[in-house]
């Protein structure tokens, strides 16, 4: 059975960082392509950043976070990271991590799009206060 835990969310002022993890387990998801997506109270689960399979590790980021957030992942720990520096009061969400491990891989133009994923974590909430 495949899980998804998230953690390293908290509290922290505008300007801070935070670090959050997405560990896997139950599967190895060295070639799935792994995701971070955000839902603001009253508002729609968002895109935030995604990380293509191992062959190519290319990156992609919503346009809010760009610049600010980094997304990487240890293959070997079958974990996903999201580094956010330069946090916003607005970035306040319940971030969610998932995977895809869809063949063929999510082609670029579908990775953005939550309906690509097969496997998605409980989500860690984040605070920004001003």
């Known amino acids: 059975q495949v899980q998804l835990v998230e953690s390293g969310g908290g509290l922290v002022q505008a300007g801070g960082s935070l670090r959050l993890s997405c560990a896997a387990s139950g599967r190895t998801f060295s070639s799935a392509a792994m995701g971070w997506f955000r839902q603001a109270p009253g508002k729609e689960r968002e895109f935030g950043a995604a990380?293509?399979?191992?062959?190519?590790?290319?990156?992609y980021y919503a346009d809010p976070v760009k610049g600010r957030f980094t997304i990487s992942r240890d293959n070997a720990k079958n974990t996903v990271y999201l580094q956010m520096n330069s946090l916003k009061p607005e970035d306040t969400a319940v971030y969610y991590c998932?995977?895809?491990?869809?063949?063929?891989?999510?082609?670029?133009?579908?990775?953005?799009?939550?309906?690509?994923?097969?496997?998605w974590g409980q989500g860690t909430q984040v605070t920004v206060s001003s």
């Open positions: 998932a995977v895809s491990e869809r063949y063929p891989p999510v082609p670029p133009s579908g990775i953005r799009d939550g309906l690509s994923y097969d496997y």
């Open positions: 990380i293509s399979w191992s062959g190519g590790a290319n990156t």
